[in-house]
């Protein structure tokens, strides 16, 4: 992400899938990173509200709309917990049998916005644990806090603002909280769970990751 954020910072009008391969590249001849892999997913906004963008792997984002979700990307993955990846592959590794997914393998995202529209991006961190319908709880507890009188002097600039920021601040709790369940809550199962249960796993709770 180091390497796209130069890339785009250089030439902002480029589309996402053409600073993915730069920075990919980039990467691959960096000598400060010496090998790892990661997912990716990237967007560009245009002033009439075109979102476009790539997502490689279980990275992803999703659009809420009066608090609903309108648009979510789907996972890329080999098999179960093998998303896409794009990789670095240190010299004395070059033999193994790694995963090695390449930038013109992302899904592309277009999408259509409207105002008031929360554009939510997240890693896997967020959606291995998070229930997509939860997203809309949180959105509207936010919103109500938002609409408190001890907020009245807040102009809509600034309450957009302040509720993007909270629902960060939100989602990365919740998230954390939702990696600790063990499997004997009550009430509901994290994403993961779900879907290791569809593969024929018997995995409880949340997932720890970033």
Known sequence: MYHYAQSASSSPSGACSKHLQTAYD?????????????????????????????NLGDSGLTVLRRAQPVYSTLSQTHYFNCPYQLTKTPADRSGENNVTDKPASADPIRFALQPSDMIIMFTDGLSDNVP???????????????????NSHLTPQDKDAERARIMA??????????????????????????????????????????
């Open 132 to 150: 997509v319908e939860h997203l809309s709880i949180l959105y509207n507890s936010v919103n109500q806090l938002m609409e408190l009188p001890e």
């Open 169 to 210: 601040d939100v989602l990365v709790a919740y998230g954390r909280m939702a990696m600790t369940r063990t499997g004997d809550e009550e009430g509901w199962k994290t994403p993961f769970q779900l879907e290791a249960k569809r593969h024929g796993y018997d995995f409880k709770g949340g997932k720890v990751d970033e």
């Open 26 to 54: 980039n990467t691959l001849s960096d000598t400060n990173v010496p090998a790892g892999s990661a997912t990716a997913v990237a967007i560009s906004l245009s002033g009439n509200g075109d979102l476009k963008g790539i």
